[in-house]
T-cell receptor, first 115, second 108 residues
């Protein structure tokens, strides 16, 4: 069965550069979530989208933005990168936003290293 | 105080042992997830619970909504079960609040 796809899997950037992370949800899933997991940290919720609209927002810095496109894939754009942005970024997808009964399926993550 | 707490933080077991990981939460939830994260980083969803008990192979998850507590049990543990097990709760909206994780090592 198709899973959540994230690209790239690994990314190395310099400070103050920009990065774009992509997430392709499971086919027919309409909701995408982004999580950030710093070294030795719990994953933290960043932002979510349902039907191409932002549905919830967590601890996402103003330097980051995200959107969900018409084909339901999502991109997380990160500008003015800082060393502290080095983390594993997970995307998850689910179907039927808000009913509380849908499972989130996680992608393999993108490991971002900022030098 | 974290909204989701797990115990123990680290767990070492011999192959074949019965393992229990506990999760307590302090917020009202609509569902609780047990996740597994391997050293490579990928997260796999093991269970989603809103009441009662679920079983999948050697894994059993239970939840007590009144006590705000859930347990994950692994029967006949195996070295390939070595991973970080994360409890995550869904509070209201769909975002998950993650626990601190339990690092399990199972030795042959």
């Amino acid at each position: 069965a198709a899973g959540v796809i994230q690209s790239p899997r690994h990314l190395i950037k310099e400070k103050r550069e920009t990065a774009t992370l992509k997430c392709y949800p499971i086919p027919r899933h309409d909701t995408v979530y982004w999580y950030q997991q710093g070294p030795g940290q719990d994953p933290q919720f960043l932002i979510s989208f349902y039907e191409k609209m932002q549905s919830d927002k967590g601890s996402i810095p103003d330097r980051f933005s995200a959107q969900q496109f018409s084909d339901y894939h999502s991109e997380l754009n990160m500008s003015s990168l800082e060393l502290g942005d080095s983390a594993l970024y997970f995307c998850a997808s689910s179907l039927r936003w808000g009913q509380g009964t849908d499972t989130q399926y996680f992608g393999p993550g993108t490991r971002l290293t900022v030098l | 105080k974290n909204e989701v707490e797990q115990s123990p933080q680290n767990l070492t077991a011999q192959e074949g042992e019965f393992i229990t990981i506990n999760c307590s939460y302090s917020v009202g939830i609509s569902a609780l997830h047990w996740l597994q994260q391997h050293p490579g980083g990928g997260i796999v969803s093991l269970f989603m619970l809103s009441s009662g008990k679920k079983k999948h192979g050697r894994l059993i998850a239970t939840i007590n909504i009144q006590e705000k507590h859930s347990s994950l049990h692994i029967t006949a543990s195996h070295p390939r079960d070595s991973a970080v097990y994360i409890c995550a709760v869904r509070e209201g909206s769909d975002k998950l609040i993650f626990g601190t994780g339990t690092r399990l090592q199972v030795f042959p």
